[in-house]
């Protein structure tokens, strides 16, 4: 079965870089899945940031308005995200999740690693 | 891009009832629908995929219906440990948005 362990700073300072790292167990992020971001603020919904195929193809959401990017190390088993331009309101939890299959559904997710952007 | 809408944002009820939560989408998406369970502080557990599979280990009480824009997820005879938040989420195509929640609530 499949884990996932997101790593990266608990706090990070506003207008600096967000660079959170996924390290995935028990299966191959160079498999035919797409590796998925989603984050959640604080008493908030669940918010798609982005996903990345092993090729290197990526899509991301645009209200987050060209700040992210997103790579992925097959020899290393992770993949990682990175968010600039840090507000407030990038503060909460980031979950890294595994989208499998056609329906992309996401089956498997990390503990997920709390944000908290303030200087 | 596709917006997810769900409803109701939350709802009260009782173990042993049954419940029903919507998700419609603003534009049709075929069968690209997932359900998905969130207790607090713990990541979301994949319940539904396809709009209509049961995910592996999750009990039949759970049940997922509908396609092209209006989708449903029906929980039979409510467990104490179903009462938690829920959400929709449409992967037919990028941005893969999330519904705005629904939290299920003990009366």
């Known amino acids: 079965q499949v884990q996932l362990q997101e790593s990266g700073p608990g706090l990070v300072r506003p207008s600096g870089t967000l660079s959170l790292t996924c390290d995935v167990s028990?299966?191959?992020?160079?498999?035919?899945?797409?590796w998925t971001w989603v984050r959640q603020p604080p008493g908030k919904a669940l918010e798609w940031i982005g996903e990345i195929y092993h090729l290197g193809t990526t899509n991301s959401a645009p209200s987050l308005q060209g700040r992210v990017g997103m790579s992925i190390d097959k020899p290393g088993n992770q993949f990682s995200l990175t968010l600039t331009s840090l507000t407030a309101a990038d503060t909460g939890i980031y979950y890294c999740a595994r989208a499998k299959g056609v329906t992309r559904n996401l089956d498997s997710w990390g503990q997920g690693l709390p944000v908290i952007v303030s200087s | 891009d596709i917006q997810v809408t769900q409803s109701p944002s939350s709802l009260s009820s009782s173990v042993g009832d049954t419940v029903t939560i919507t998700c419609r989408t603003s534009q049709k998406i075929n069968s690209y629908l997932n359900w998905y369970q969130q207790k607090s502080g713990k990541a979301p557990k994949l319940l539904i995929y396809g709009a209509l599979s049961l995910q592996n280990g999750v009990p039949s009480r759970f049940r997922g219906t509908g396609s092209g824009t209006e989708f449903s997820l029906t929980i039979t005879s409510l467990e104490p440990e179903d009462f938690a938040t829920y959400y929709c989420?449409?992967?037919?195509?990028?941005?893969?948005?999330f519904g705005q929640g629904t939290m299920v609530e003990l009366k």
């Open positions: 028990g299966g191959a992020v160079g498999s035919t899945n797409w």
């Open positions: 989420q449409q992967t037919y195509t990028a941005p893969r948005a």
